[in-house]
Every structure is written in structure tokens, then in C-alpha cells.
């Protein structure tokens, strides 16, 4: 399996509150993804890095911002969450683009009350 | 802009029966690439196939194979022996290979629940 640890798996917060949620790979790859899955919806991407300090938004990117300081760990703010916001959030890495699967981790179940 | 249809919310299969699940594409690209995820009620996302455009023969792994009819514009999972733990959101996925980073964009899934 690949080594893709999200942290916390749960969390419940306020509105209005920030959130941050973290993503560690121990593959070295240089792809990493955060998701967001709600019912219905199917899996979108919120951002995504391609590279340490290179990111770049995805489908459904307002009200979040990421940061990739090294190439191990990519993490999502939430910078005052908003109950639209609770979902299942999902990182997931590539070694390369396209023609490659992405692996994914665990998830995070986040609640905005 | 690509766009993935999965037309089954829900499907039923008796076990040891074999199974299709759809999928179908819009894409004006020429490579790209079709993949399928499993997602058991634990939650977790697993990677099952993949089908590159150029690919000549239809990706297999296991009991899994893919339909891939290019013309078509579908991408079908097929599941060979339904097996109980075949039980699961199943979902389609595509990838420009030339585009965004390739990005993969989800259809909306197929549960697939298989009867003993």
C-alpha cells in the first residue's frame, strides 16, 4: 500500500473556525491531490502541488488554500470553515501525471457545526 | 471541457454471476486515460484498473477487465465471479495526459451490491 497518512481522520469544529488537514507520503512522489467527496458528487479536486511550493487550484477551490513546504507533506486550510465545508476529504499522490493512478489515503471526515 | 457519466446509481448482481458497470466519456483529446476506483463501505479509495487511449487491447487484472470501446467513448468495468466483497462504490475516472497535471475528474458512481 501506499504510504499516505492523512491527519486527524475525524474532526468536528465550528464555523467560523480554521482548519488545517494534513497529508504525509513517504513515497517520495511528486503529485499530491486534495479531494473533497459529498453524496451525489462523486470525488472533486479542490487543489493540487506538482512540486514543492507549486500548487494550483482545482474544481472547487474557494474557501481553501494548501501549502507544500517539503515533498512529503501537503497540507489544506480551511481558513474559517462554513458548514458547506463539512465533507470527506481525501489526499491522494502520483509518481506522474496522467497515465499514472493516483493512490489515496484514508480520507478525513470533517464536520462544520 | 471533459466530462465522465456513470448512468447506474445502483446495480444488483448474484454472486459468482459476472457484472458490467458503465462508464462513458466526453473528450475531444486524443490521449488520455480511463480509470476505475473501488470504495468499500470502510471508505477507502482503490485504485482496480487503468486503460490508456493508445492502449490495443482492453486493460485485464484479475477478475476485473476493462471494455474499452473507443469509438464509443465508453470505458465499462467488467467483474467476472461476483464475490460478496465485490460490495461497493465503484467509480470511473478520467485523465487528459496533455492537460492540467492530469487531473483526474470522477463520474458520480455505481453501488454495486452483490446477493448471496
Known amino acids: 500500500d501506499a504510504g499516505i497518512t492523512q491527519s486527524p481522520r475525524h474532526k468536528v469544529t465550528e464555523t467560523g473556525t480554521p482548519v488545517t488537514l494534513r497529508c504525509h507520503q513517504t513515497e517520495n512522489h511528486r503529485y499530491m491531490y486534495w479531494y473533497r467527496q459529498d453524496p451525489g458528487h462523486g470525488l472533486r479536486l479542490i487543489h493540487y502541488?506538482?512540486?514543492?511550493?507549486?500548487?494550483d487550484k482545482g474544481e472547487v477551490s474557494d474557501g481553501y488554500s494548501v501549502s507544500r513546504s517539503k515533498t512529503e507533506d501537503f497540507l489544506l486550510t480551511l481558513e474559517s470553515a462554513t458548514s458547506s465545508q463539512t465533507s470527506v476529504y481525501f489526499c491522494a499522490i502520483s509518481e506522474f501525471k496522467g497515465n499514472q493512478p493516483q493512490h489515496f489515503g484514508d480520507g478525513t471526515r470533517l464536520s462544520i457545526l | 471541457a471533459q466530462k465522465i457519466t456513470q448512468t447506474q446509481p445502483g446495480m444488483f448482481v448474484q454472486e459468482k454471476e459476472a457484472v458490467t458497470l458503465d462508464c462513458t466519456y466526453d473528450t475531444s483529446d486524443q490521449s488520455y486515460g480511463l480509470f476505475w476506483y473501488k470504495q468499500p463501505s470502510s471508505g477507502e479509495m482503490i485504485f482496480l484498473i487503468y486503460?490508456?487511449?493508445?492502449?490495443?487491447q482492453n486493460a485485464t487484472e484479475g477478475r476485473y477487465s476493462l471494455n474499452f470501446q473507443k469509438a464509443r467513448k465508453s470505458a465499462n468495468l467488467v467483474i467476472s465471479a461476483s464475490q460478496l466483497g465485490d460490495s461497493a462504490m465503484y467509480f470511473c475516472?478520467?485523465?487528459?495526459?496533455?492537460?492540467?497535471?492530469?487531473?483526474?475528474?470522477f463520474g458520480k458512481g455505481t453501488k454495486l451490491s452483490v446477493k448471496p
Open positions: 475516472a478520467f485523465s487528459d495526459y496533455g492537460g492540467s497535471q492530469g487531473n483526474l475528474i
Open positions: 486503460q490508456g487511449s493508445y492502449d490495443e
Open positions: 502541488s506538482y512540486g514543492v511550493k507549486d500548487t
